[in-house]
């Protein structure tokens, strides 16, 4: 099956640090999104990138579907930016998501 | 408008046991999907509907199944529950396929 994979496993940083997140994908996909795990579980949507590059306030993303990656920027982090960060694709013919093992994103005052 | 909306939002039951998590979508998505997620890992596919149809089985046991209702809402029931069943539960509606699909806040699911 497709594999999924996301770097770095952990990050820290400091307030005001900019930082970027990458998920490698192994095979062609018909959707791509970005979201941030609350810590109480529920999955926020950052971005729906299947290709292209879209920016939201401090966070943007690209995919870059012909190389199978996708990269979430996040510019000026703040301590409320903390969590689990995924990624998760539909491969080309499924109709499921596929995750990464995330992100762990721990943004200290 | 109300978001991806699951009850109960925790629950704690006994090995062999039976439990059923409920799903309701955001208003007009026709299509709903539950995963899996155990502590430290990322979501794993366990059943995909469409229109009241199965479209979609992840690699889980048949104690695992799940129903679509005509009101789009879902059920995902598990049968004689395991130690290992602890997880949360996450359910995902979307309009269709190959578009934005959104999470519910999901059911934490203890074992014991």
């Known amino acids: 099956g497709i594999q999924v994979e996301q770097s770095p496993p952990d990050l820290i940083l400091q307030e005001g640090a900019n930082s970027t997140l990458r998920c490698n994908f192994s095979?062609?996909?018909?959707?791509l999104q970005w979201f941030h795990q609350n810590p109480w579980g529920q999955l926020i949507n950052l971005f729906y990138?299947?290709?292209g590059t879209k920016q939201n306030g401090r966070l943007s993303a690209t995919t870059v579907a012909t190389e199978r990656y996708s990269l979430l920027y996040i510019s000026s982090s703040q301590t409320t930016d903390s969590g689990v960060y995924f990624c998760a694709v539909v491969v080309v013919n499924t109709n499921k998501f596929y995750f990464g093992s995330g992100t762990k994103l721990n943004v200290k005052p | 408008d109300a978001g991806v909306t699951q009850s109960p939002t925790h629950l704690i039951k006994t090995r062999g046991q039976h439990v059923t998590l409920r799903c309701s979508p955001i208003?007009?998505?026709?299509?709903v999907s539950w995963y899996q997620q155990v502590l430290g890992q990322g979501p794993q596919f366990i059943f995909q509907?469409?229109?009241?149809?199965?479209?979609g089985r992840g690699n889980f046991p048949d104690r695992f199944s799940a129903r679509q209702f005509p009101n789009y809402s879902s059920e995902l029931n598990v049968n004689a529950l395991l130690l290992g069943d602890s997880a949360l539960y996450l359910c995902?509606?979307?309009?269709?396929?190959?578009?934005?699909?959104?999470f519910g806040q999901g059911t934490r699911l203890t074992v014991v």
């Open positions: 990138i299947p290709s």
């Open positions: 095979d062609s996909v018909n959707n």
């Open positions: 509907y469409y229109e009241k149809e199965e479209r």
């Open positions: 995902a509606s979307s309009l269709g396929f190959k578009v934005e699909a959104f």
């Open positions: 208003s007009g998505h026709k299509s």
